[in-house]
């Protein structure tokens, strides 16, 4: 092809790649509408628990030591704000403890308490089984090269978005769900 022909075709292939970067966006946004919705309804329907609430006890039972409630925002990516709420709840139910740092009284650390850590591990044992439900339909290669794909995905947004902007650490805005970290 001649460069001016090359040169012709540019904005058609760019339009088809913009609405082929719409067209993934939105078939990865309405897949995490599905796994989260689905998720959401088993965890309140079985244990009577929210998403919030079970993402909670998770982050304290991956770090294994008190954390505060900014540590645990930060890697919910939630706002300190909408995290009170969501332990408030659980220190009612006793399935987390919080005290005033040793350090700093206004610093307050949350920790599970036992029945919060075996609450948990029930919960993730069903979460777990429930994602094995939802994907496990799919060929090993195939989940394989989902997660490999979705991987490289992750890392070149991330990438991209550094190179356009310095990333703001900012908390999602108030009211919207924590999202799952990926490693």
């Known amino acids: 092809m001649s460069p001016r022909a ?3 075709n540019a904005p058609a292939a760019r339009a088809n790649r913009a609405e082929q970067s719409v067209r993934l966006w939105l078939r990865l946004l309405s897949l995490h509408n599905l796994v989260d919705g689905e998720l959401r309804r088993r965890l309140q329907e079985q244990f009577g628990c929210t998403l919030p609430q079970f993402d ?3 982050e304290l039972e991956r770090a294994g030591e008190p954390q505060t409630m900014s540590q645990v925002s930060r890697q919910l990516m939630v706002s300190n ?3 009170t709420g969501v332990v408030d709840r659980l220190l009612r139910e ?3 403890h919080r005290e005033e740092s040793p350090g700093d009284r206004r610093v307050q650390l949350i920790s599970l308490t036992e029945a919060g850590r075996a609450r948990f591990h029930g919960m993730a044992a069903a979460h777990a ?3 094995e439900e939802l994907f496990g339909g799919l060929a090993r290669g195939d989940l394989d ?3 490999g794909d979705i991987h490289a995905l992750r890392d070149h947004v991330r990438e991209r978005h550094a190179s356009v902007s310095k990333p703001a650490a900012r908390a ?3 009211g919207s769900t924590p999202q799952p970290r990926t490693p």
Do not use: E, F, T
């Open 172 to 174: 999602p805005a108030r």
């Open 129 to 131: 089984a429930w994602l």
């Open 94 to 96: 006793g399935h987390v």
């Open 6 to 8: 090359a040169a012709a």
């Open 145 to 147: 090269a989902a997660v």
């Open 56 to 58: 909670v006890l998770s």
């Open 81 to 83: 704000g909408n995290l």
